[in-house]
């Protein structure tokens, strides 16, 4: 809701709830960050996990931690197709795994053009 609020806005930018899920795919890491969070993840424990298998949980649970301010991008730069398989293999109804598609992809449109 929040994404589709600030996009109405002309918004390029939406802060992400601290929460246990951070949707990593083209994430932009400051170098600092990456060092800081590879260096958290050798003894974070996740919990409600016995071995993550999810890359979101465990970025999601490093913000929260850690108390990280992460941003998402207004219309997301990067499409993630729900033609491929997930790697959990859960699919939703109708046989789309609707949570794994962009919410407003950008499509052929330049992002230089959106900054």
Do not use: C, N
Request: proline residues 6%.
């Amino acid at each position: 809701m929040d994404a589709l609020r600030a996009t109405k806005r002309h918004e390029r930018y939406v802060k992400m709830f601290i929460r246990d899920f951070v949707p990593v795919v083209a994430v932009l890491w400051p170098r600092e960050k990456a060092l800081h969070f590879l260096e958290w993840s050798k003894t974070a424990k996740l919990p409600g996990y016995s071995r993550p298998r999810s890359d979101d949980a465990i970025a999601g649970r490093w913000m929260l931690a850690t108390r990280q301010t992460i941003y998402a991008t207004l219309p997301s730069l990067v499409e993630h197709l729900d033609e491929v398989p997930s790697t959990i293999g859960k699919r939703a109804a109708y046989g789309r795994d609707r949570g794994r598609v962009a919410l407003q992809f950008i499509g052929e449109q330049d992002p230089l053009e959106l900054f």
